[in-house]
């Protein structure tokens, strides 16, 4: 269902960039072009590497300055005109919003510079302004240069201008309210902590919720297990998170070990046989561990088109049981009108089977009846249209004690075939119940996941590979399975009775 607001608000967009006081650390023979440059208002960055020509990238294309070279004598005319490099090799102009970041060489001199145009937005908050005057805490995600940390400069300045809220801000880089002792007027009358080192960013965070009271806590570029944990400290404090995290959608999230907190986590669970007839679905499956640290997040797709979530615990529990969601999309008008397309309901998700996926082949067997009971159970198989893309086939007992061609052909290739009783949905059933070991976990199979659970942990943790206990098959693959599901590589090693399952990091 699609809905129009006639105008954003009363405010109109209002851009301020100080454009001047960032070419006037330039070389003089960089600004005159510049400068004179038609579209200078959407300069989006200058950088000069050493020996190369100088270039200016605008939005749609990268254009040369100069065709004389960078010198050191440039770079040095420029960083003498800038604040001090801080540990992560950025500086920025006093009171401006413009990032200089430095490249140097292993003797820590500087042999590059990307100068990065800084600018205050007003008015772009408002196809999300409601949302953020709830009171709710907001995580914005992106991909970078899509205008992230615009949209957070602007929530600060409307809580604490407009509602008259207690804000603080992290400021690890000053890319929110800028370099310099005194903060640029883009936060309004939000107040700012600046971070002496980024590896500091989570004390800092906690220290502002302890030290000054805040109503909201205003933090970009969430990036660590420890910053994750200080959000959720925080927001078990009553205190408003908005925030901006690594990852460009909610799913990315959902897949981050490192940050999936942040949307509640998540944690294998073994069920027991019941309640897995009753879900029709696998003995271990994946839930969400805990209350979401943020209440909405939001995916910022373009700069004017939003898609909101909402409920995010109510959407990480629908992807975790493969089911489609689909977010509110706002967009904001050329006229300045905002339309809103209302989220759909979750529906099962039409997705490309995972690596671990059981391919069966069928002969002299219903494959709608074996589609069906596929996905009554949900266990990870397809049915595929060719003998040589099969993992295993299954074929009609009656037909199996008659030994035709096809079938000493697959006995060839080393498929395995197993035997149905007969064509109908319930003995198709008992067959993938018992390829899938539905019907029943041993207590020592129990404790092979929980080893394999502990090892997924271990592995995220430490980034080192983790060897199982030798398993039978059946075992093995409920493992790979588990380690699938956190992204993690697996491998079955060693000869049988000794084989076993090997966890490594999803980039080892």
């Given at each position: 269902?699609?809905s129009?607001?006639?105008?954003?608000?009363?405010?109109?967009?209002?851009?301020?960039?100080?454009?001047?006081?960032?070419?006037?650390?330039?070389?003089?023979r960089?600004?005159?072009?510049?400068?004179?440059?038609?579209?200078?208002?959407?300069?989006?960055?200058?950088?000069?590497?050493?020996?190369?020509?100088?270039?200016?990238?605008?939005?749609?294309?990268?254009?040369?300055?100069d065709?004389?070279?960078?010198?050191?004598?440039?770079?040095?005319?420029?960083?003498?005109?800038?604040g001090?490099f801080?540990?992560?090799?950025?500086a920025?102009?006093?009171?401006?919003?413009?990032?200089i970041?430095?490249?140097?060489?292993?003797?820590?001199?500087?042999?590059?510079?990307?100068?990065?145009?800084?600018?205050?937005?007003?008015?772009?908050v408002?196809v999300?302004?409601?949302?953020?005057?709830?009171?709710k805490?907001?995580?914005?995600?992106?991909?970078?240069?899509?205008?992230k940390?615009?949209?957070?400069?602007?929530?600060?300045?409307?809580?604490?201008?407009?509602?008259?809220?207690?804000?603080?801000?992290?400021?690890?880089?000053?890319?929110?309210?800028?370099?310099?002792?005194?903060?640029?007027?883009?936060?309004?009358?939000?107040?700012?902590?600046q971070?002496?080192?980024p590896?500091?960013?989570?004390?800092?965070?906690?220290?502002?919720?302890?030290?000054?009271?805040?109503?909201?806590?205003?933090?970009?570029?969430?990036?660590?297990?420890?910053?994750a944990?200080?959000?959720?400290?925080?927001?078990?404090?009553?205190?408003?998170?908005?925030?901006?995290?690594?990852?460009?959608?909610?799913?990315?999230?959902?897949?981050?070990?490192?940050?999936?907190?942040?949307?509640?986590?998540?944690?294998?669970?073994?069920?027991?046989?019941?309640?897995?007839?009753?879900?029709?679905?696998?003995?271990?499956?994946?839930?969400?561990?805990?209350?979401?640290?943020?209440?909405?997040?939001?995916?910022?797709?373009?700069?004017?088109?939003?898609?909101?979530?909402?409920?995010?615990?109510?959407?990480?529990?629908?992807?975790?049981r493969?089911?489609?969601?689909?977010?509110?999309?706002?967009?904001?008008?050329?006229?300045?009108?905002?339309?809103?397309?209302?989220?759909?309901?979750?529906?099962?998700?039409?997705?490309?089977?995972?690596?671990?996926?059981?391919?069966?082949?069928?002969?002299?067997?219903?494959?709608?009846?074996?589609?069906?009971?596929?996905?009554?159970?949900?266990?990870?198989?397809?049915?595929v249209?060719?003998?040589?893309?099969?993992?295993?086939?299954?074929?009609?007992r009656?037909?199996?004690?008659?030994?035709?061609?096809?079938?000493?052909?697959?006995?060839?290739?080393?498929?395995?075939?197993?035997?149905?009783?007969?064509?109908?949905?319930?003995?198709?059933?008992?067959?993938?119940?018992?390829l899938?070991?539905?019907?029943?976990?041993?207590?020592?199979?129990?404790?092979?996941?929980?080893?394999?659970?502990?090892?997924?942990?271990?592995?995220?943790?430490?980034?080192?590979?983790?060897?199982?206990?030798?398993?039978?098959?059946?075992?093995?693959?409920?493992?790979?399975?588990?380690?699938?599901?956190?992204g993690?590589?697996?491998q079955?090693?060693?000869?049988?009775?000794?084989?076993h399952v090997?966890?490594?990091?999803?980039?080892?």
């Amino acid at each position: 269902m699609r809905s129009t607001a006639a105008e954003t608000s009363e405010k109109r967009i209002e851009i301020t960039d100080n454009l001047d006081e960032l070419l006037s650390v330039l070389p003089p023979r960089l600004q005159e072009p510049l400068l004179r440059h038609e579209r200078l208002e959407t300069l989006l960055e200058v950088v000069c590497d050493l020996g190369r020509e100088p270039e200016a990238r605008f939005p749609d294309k990268v254009e040369v300055l100069d065709h004389a070279p960078v010198i050191r004598e440039d770079l040095d005319y420029v960083a003498a005109r800038v604040g001090t490099f801080t540990r992560d090799n950025r500086a920025g102009i006093e009171r401006t919003l413009h990032r200089i970041s430095a490249l140097r060489n292993r003797l820590g001199e500087i042999v590059g510079l990307t100068c990065r145009v800084g600018r205050a937005v007003y008015g772009t908050v408002d196809v999300v302004r409601d949302v953020i005057e709830s009171g709710k805490s907001v995580l914005l995600v992106g991909r970078p240069g899509v205008g992230k940390t615009t949209l957070l400069r602007e929530a600060a300045r409307v809580l604490a201008d407009d509602f008259d809220k207690r804000v603080m801000i992290v400021d690890t880089s000053n890319e929110i309210a800028g370099d310099g002792d005194i903060p640029h007027p883009g936060i309004g009358r939000a107040r700012r902590m600046q971070v002496p080192a980024p590896e500091l960013q989570h004390a800092v965070m906690i220290e502002a919720v302890e030290n000054h009271m805040p109503e909201v806590v205003v933090i970009d570029e969430i990036g660590t297990e420890a910053e994750a944990l200080a959000a959720r400290t925080i927001a078990e404090r009553g205190v408003q998170l908005i925030a901006t995290a690594h990852g460009n959608t909610l799913e990315n999230l959902v897949a981050n070990p490192t940050l999936a907190d942040l949307v509640g986590g998540i944690q294998a669970v073994t069920l027991g046989d019941e309640e897995a007839r009753r879900r029709r679905t696998q003995k271990t499956v994946l839930e969400r561990k805990a209350p979401p640290t943020f209440d909405v997040v939001i995916e910022i797709r373009e700069r004017e088109r939003f898609a909101v979530h909402h409920d995010v615990a109510s959407v990480v529990d629908a992807l975790l049981r493969r089911f489609a969601v689909e977010p509110e999309i706002r967009v904001r008008r050329e006229d300045g009108g905002i339309e809103v397309e209302k989220a759909g309901s979750a529906g099962p998700r039409p997705e490309v089977p995972p690596l671990s996926t059981l391919r069966i082949f069928p002969y002299a067997l219903s494959r709608d009846r074996l589609e069906r009971v596929i996905r009554q159970l949900g266990v990870p198989a397809i049915v595929v249209e060719r003998l040589d893309e099969a993992d295993v086939m299954l074929t009609l007992r009656a037909v199996a004690k008659k030994h035709p061609k096809r079938l000493r052909e697959v006995l060839t290739k080393e498929v395995p075939v197993h035997a149905v009783a007969s064509n109908s949905a319930a003995k198709i059933e008992d067959v993938l119940r018992e390829l899938f070991d539905l019907n029943r976990i041993a207590p020592e199979q129990e404790e092979a996941l929980r080893e394999a659970e502990e090892a997924v942990v271990a592995v995220i943790a430490r980034r080192q590979p983790v060897e199982l206990a030798p398993q039978q098959p059946a075992v093995r693959r409920l493992q790979h399975q588990l380690a699938d599901a956190y992204g993690l590589q697996s491998q079955s090693v060693g000869r049988e009775p000794f084989r076993h399952v090997v966890i490594r990091p999803a980039h080892y």
